[in-house]
């Protein structure tokens, strides 16, 4: 998820098992190089120009990833919603909680 109007979402990253050397996603019809690859990783940076108009909730982008060949495949979607405003919540493997509410920023350990 992303909000309207943000810059460039820096590492994105999709989580699976299976890429390879080569992969592209595809953010809807954009096609997006990997910033890297591992086989259960990828990470691609998502441009400003991507994030300018809402996705209705009801119908997120799909988000694939297609190794090439010769083992070409392209994985399952997964939905990616471009919000006009809300609050994005992220829980880290650390343990924190961090918020981002229309510029408004907070760390808190969780509940």
Do not use: C, W
């Not at 999709?14 to 990783?41: D, E, H, K, R, Y």
């Not at 691609?44 to 994030?51: H, M, R």
């Not at 799909?62 to 939905?79: D, E, I, M, R, Y």
């Amino acid at each position: 998820m992303a909000l309207v109007g943000s810059g460039n979402l820096v590492s994105l990253t999709i989580t699976g098992t299976g890429f390879l050397p080569g992969a592209l996603v595809n953010l809807g019809s954009n096609i997006l190089v990997p910033s890297s690859v591992n086989s259960t990783a990828i990470t691609v940076t998502v441009p400003a120009a991507e994030l300018t108009t809402h996705t209705p909730a009801a119908q997120p982008i799909k988000v694939t990833v297609t190794n090439p060949a010769p083992h070409a495949a392209t994985s399952g979607a997964l939905p990616f919603t471009i919000a006009r405003h809300g609050m994005v919540s992220i829980n880290f493997d650390d343990g924190y909680q961090s918020m981002f509410d229309m510029g408004y920023r907070s760390s808190m350990p969780p509940d």
